[in-house]
């Protein structure tokens, strides 16, 4: 199986949606370093921050604003990152995302010169809470945003076999890192910890695969340079963690104790087993990309303090 792990270090012309975001930023960063061809669709570009890349002012809602620009560029590889409006994952906001993604992938193959799709999968499409997930495990949808992501694998599943393109579906767990949502969950943390108190958590216990953002832009940046059969590929840190170690881990880099997570435990008694408590098994991704996980959650939790100090 030694050939999947071809690499092709040559340039590559991309096409990037989602680049403006959390984690398009931290992939533009590598991209750049391999010195591919960048066209990035975002409604807000990054012109000053990343001036080599080429950027299109569009709304993915209106293939009108982008289609004139693809096929000039004509890309030999798509990453698809945008997903509007999280953490609204209601039915309408779920169609408007499977639809203008439909939109964009049709343009997309229809210019003939794509061999290559990447694609943000999620976690939540497995609809399971407990243990080990495999690669292998197609799931199911729990909600009207997991439904229109199966929907979207499907149908490209299918034109993608037929055209003999490569697609990765690169599901990914808990990530985290600078840029965040301020409402997510570290962010969250780090905020109430310089009011010297912590979130309200009803369930401490509860576990979740955390992968750092850079290492996560690092997979995907594995998946444009290797060869591989189209499947499903999970980015995580192959282990769960639960939420009150993030507490703890914070408070002891911010405050130097652990007082505050102390009293929070004493509050919340260790359940027989906790609600929540899944994480990835990556074995596809190590075989045919390539990809581990190289930042520890110590290191990972520093760099997104660092980063909200700097901002």
Not at 253 to 279: R, S, Y
Not at 289 to 310: D, V, Y
């Amino acid at each position: 199986m030694q050939h999947f792990l071809t690499i092709d270090r040559t340039s590559v012309r991309i096409l990037l949606t989602g680049a403006s975001g959390f984690l398009g930023r931290a992939l533009l960063h590598q991209l750049l370093k391999e010195n591919h061809q960048i066209l990035a669709i975002a409604r807000n570009p990054l012109l000053v921050e990343y001036p080599s890349v080429y950027w299109k002012t569009a709304d993915l809602n209106q293939p009108s604003t982008y289609q004139e620009q693809l096929s000039e560029f004509s890309p030999e590889a798509l990453i698809h990152l945008a997903w509007q409006d999280i953490p609204n994952f209601s039915l309408s906001t779920s169609l408007l995302n499977l639809q203008h993604s439909l939109s964009l992938f049709r343009t997309v193959l229809e210019l003939g010169n794509c061999q290559k799709i990447l694609v943000a999968g999620s976690c939540w499409e497995l609809n399971k809470q407990q243990g080990e997930c495999l690669e292998s495990e197609a799931g199911s949808p729990r909600d009207h945003f997991t439904w229109a992501k199966h929907s979207l694998h499907s149908w490209l599943d299918m034109e993608t076999s037929q055209r003999g393109i490569s697609l990765g579906w690169l599901r990914i767990f808990y990530v985290y890192g600078p840029r965040q949502r301020c409402a997510s969950l570290l962010p969250t943390i780090f905020k109430k910890l310089l009011e010297r108190s912590l979130p309200q958590l009803k369930t401490p216990h509860n576990a979740n695969d955390f992968v750092f953002v850079e290492d996560v832009g690092k997979a995907f940046v594995q998946a444009i340079e290797h060869k591989f059969q189209s499947g499903v590929f999970h980015l995580g840190s192959g282990h769960s963690t639960p939420v009150w170690q993030l507490c703890q881990a914070a408070e002891e880099l911010i405050w130097g104790t652990t007082v505050l997570t102390e009293e929070l435990m004493e509050k919340h008694p260790k359940p027989t087993q906790a609600e929540v408590d899944f994480w990835a098994n990556c074995e596809r991704s190590q075989q045919f990309l390539g990809w581990s996980p190289l930042t520890s959650l110590e290191t990972g939790i520093q760099k997104t303090w660092e980063w909200m100090q700097a901002a």
